[in-house]
């Protein structure tokens, strides 16, 4: 009965780098947004690694791309037929599906995501530590939580969701110009963000934790500084990170090939 609204949340869950989880995990305390500081200006075109196909960004039956402004529609009609109407409409948020999309890919290689930004609601769970504040350790029965959506994501046709990507993507390299990278590309940084996730290493043995402040931390430092997306991987438990991880990699070749069409 709740197929269509967990593939919803998967969808955008790969789509929007795993932000969700970071969500979840920190769901229990309120965050301050995440200042985006943009980078140096630099004069010129973007130096493009990971074109998007010209083919995919508009087929020869597809409808003319809104502004961004006017874009929740069009992109939430088109994930609905991917998805299911009812998931797109009770899980995905708007106004801006399109601008939370980028913030979230954007912010998984700094140390956090707003979770203010998401582009997904809320959803239910607890995280869960063993101990104290200040000697706690991640609670493995966190995992469990993330079991069943792991499962729905693992058959996902990540060929699909990157033509729908590719239809959108002027959209998408509007926002991520808009956030303050008026010579980047934010196919490259997508790809950049999968790459970085695809490198997360999985820690052996418990996983200790410190609560310094409001928010639980990992106690290892070396944890502690690495982008959020890794954190997020690491938080979710290794079984859960290695079906993600392949679903990743399979979005990844659909992002740096031409689209397939179905």
Known sequence: MMKKPIIALAVLVIAGGLGVWYHLTHRHALQPAIAQLPPPASAGPPSILHPVPASGQAGTQAAPLPALNDSDAAIRGALGELIGTAAVRNFLVSPGLIRRIVVTVDNLLRDKAPSDKLPVVAAAGTFLAQGDDQHAMLDPQNYARYTPMVAVIGKLDMHALANVYFHFYPLFQSAYEGLGYPNSYFNDRLIKVIDSMLATPQPTGP????????????????????????????????????????????????????????
Do not use: C, F, H, W
């Open 207 to 262: 996983i200790e934790l410190v609560r310094p402040n409001v928010l639980y931390q990992y106690a290892d430092p070396a944890l502690e500084a690495r982008p959020a997306g890794q954190k997020l991987l690491i938080r979710m438990g290794p079984d859960n990170a290695a079906q993600i991880k392949k679903k990743l990699s399979e979005l990844r070749a659909a992002l740096t090939a031409a689209p397939l069409k179905r």
